[in-house]
């Protein structure tokens, strides 16, 4: 008997406890309905960007092979929403892998500038194309 009083107590204490994280981690900023492609072939569709904060930024790899997207110093205070950043333990990371075909996305909800690259393999000269672009949240002067 005691154990199991213990093993519900410990259920409900965990059940709160998760339910009060996830609700002190919501963001800031909600997201807007407007999304931004960043479709890259053999280069980028899009490698300066203005968004409003909450918009979606939205990377589509079209390659048979897969790219790389890097956002340096991603923050998770920044995001409103983001798909494809996190790792198998589901941390967020600064670098998502796009299978061809495939998509990953971040709402920034605060103003600013973020940088970012897409690594792709190419039969060019040293065999990897590093195609760098900026997305301004806000401003088009933001910084």
């Known amino acids: 008997m005691l154990d199991s009083q213990r ?9 709160f406890g998760l339910g009060w994280h996830g609700c002190t981690s919501l963001p800031e ?17 899009a490698d ?15 390659r048979k092979s897969a790219v790389l997207v890097k956002v340096p110093r991603l923050d998770t205070d920044n995001l409103s929403c983001q798909r494809g950043f996190t790792n198998w333990m589901g941390s967020l990371g600064d670098v998502a892998r796009l299978e061809a075909n495939e998509t990953a996305s971040l709402c920034f909800n605060k103003t600013g500038v973020i940088d970012f690259a897409v690594r792709a393999e190419t039969s060019l000269g040293g065999g990897e194309q590093i195609l760098p672009g900026i997305i301004r949240v806000g401003s088009p002067l933001a910084q």
Do not use: C, M
């Open 7 to 15: 093993a519900w107590s410990l259920a409900v204490t965990l059940v």
């Open 48 to 62: 300066n960007i203005l968004v409003q904060p909450g918009d979606e930024v939205r990377w589509i790899n079209y």
């Open 29 to 45: 900023t909600s997201r807007t309905t407007a999304v931004h492609d960043i479709k890259f072939e053999e280069k980028l569709s």
